[in-house]
């Protein structure tokens, strides 16, 4: 069992556990210190163990005897928000298992996955830049002003990594740089419409050129908001100049768009279409609605597909087969 060690601690940490925590969950039938030492490969496990192992932490035997297809690139993911250090490190330990799964297609299909970024050379100085260099990367990548039906898909097609994982529900995306390509990790039980916003929010974080000195959280949202209603659109939908806007109207937006209610509202406050002082009312109602609950649903499609596109073609040219696992489903042909 060559990568003993390293599965063991990729599966404790995917459950969010210390070492104390997995001791307690094999009641104490293995100690904190045994464990280290099998972690630390200082020591390997009696089958009985293996097997006591296998039923805290819900996997099969054999998931130990598996070792990583590729050494990934270094990675880190920024602590965000209020997400306790053990749950970002359950995310990073999900994202590495689909990572391996993607190299390992990519290496069989003689793919190589290369980025450059298209706005290196436009600096988002403010809000209004930022809404600006959204419809140039919309032109860019040809796009234009009509629903995206898959946001995350799209971004595939341009070579940014993006990741879907469960996650606890304070969480909402998280973005990094791996090997000089953009990785974006969504939480895949979210609202699609909440997904498509803040994938764009974490775009923005990772490509946008914002001096130091700017508001950068605030860049982004906007740079969001016009990826998804780009240009004259929400003028279009809502008029140049309005006293109240009506819920359903949003909602209509929102299920057409894929962009959440709050955010369209923001949208217009910056465009000018209403003042802020008149949606006083409409923000103190959805203040506890973080997921937008019986205000509408985006039915479009909002995941990623490049790695479940891959696999069917490895499997059309019969090089990995269904009875084998390959991220849950299929594996190499041996």
């Known amino acids: 069992m060559q990568h003993f060690g390293e599965r063991l601690r990729a599966a404790r940490k995917i459950k969010g556990w210390s070492l104390q925590d997995l001791a307690n969950q094999t009641a104490n039938s293995i100690t904190k210190q045994a464990l280290s030492k099998y972690e630390a490969e200082m020591m390997y496990p009696s089958r009985k163990i293996l097997l006591l192992l296998s039923a805290a932490?819900?996997?099969?035997?054999?998931?130990?005897?598996?070792?990583?297809?590729?050494?990934?690139?270094?990675?880190?993911?920024?602590r965000k928000g209020?997400?306790?250090?053990?749950?970002?490190?359950?995310?990073?330990?999900k994202v590495k298992q689909v990572l391996e799964r993607q190299l390992e297609a990519e290496s069989l299909l003689n793919i190589t996955v290369r980025f450059s970024n298209p706005l290196?050379?436009?600096?988002?100085?403010?809000?209004?830049?930022?809404a600006s260099i959204a419809a140039k990367l919309l032109d860019k990548w040809d796009i234009g002003c009509e629903p995206v039906h898959n946001m995350a898909g799209m971004l595939e097609t341009h070579n940014i990594r993006v990741i879907a994982v469960d996650a606890p529900v304070t969480f909402d995306t998280l973005s990094t740089w791996l090997d000089k390509v953009p990785l974006i990790i969504q939480h895949e039980d979210r609202p699609a419409d909440v997904k498509r916003y803040h994938t764009l929010y974490e775009l923005?974080?990772?490509?946008?050129?914002?001096?130091?000195?700017?508001?950068k959280d605030s860049i982004c949202h906007t740079f969001a908001a016009a990826m998804l209603l780009p240009g004259d659109t929400l003028e279009t939908l809502l008029g140049q100049r309005r006293t109240t806007i009506a819920m359903e109207e949003l909602i209509c937006i929102k299920e057409q768009y894929g962009i959440p209610v709050q955010v369209i509202m923001r949208h217009a406050i910056s465009k000018g279409i209403i003042d802020r002082k008149d949606t006083t009312a409409f923000f103190r109602l959805l203040a506890d609605n973080r997921d937008e609950a019986g205000l509408?649903?985006?039915?479009?499609?909002?995941?990623?597909?490049r790695l479940d596109r891959m696999i069917r073609r490895l499997m059309a040219e019969e090089v990995i087969r269904e009875n084998h696992p390959f991220r849950n489903s299929v594996s190499l042909v041996v």
């Open 57 to 78: 932490l819900g996997v099969k035997p054999g998931y130990f005897e598996g070792q990583p297809v590729f050494k990934l690139p270094a990675f880190e993911l920024p």
């Open 82 to 93: 209020n997400i306790p250090s053990k749950q970002i490190e359950s995310i990073r330990e």
């Open 120 to 130: 290196k050379t436009f600096p988002a100085t403010d809000e209004s830049a930022a």
């Open 204 to 215: 923005g974080q990772l490509l946008l050129q914002v001096p130091a000195d700017a508001d």
């Open 296 to 305: 509408g649903q985006y039915t479009g499609q909002e995941k990623p597909v």
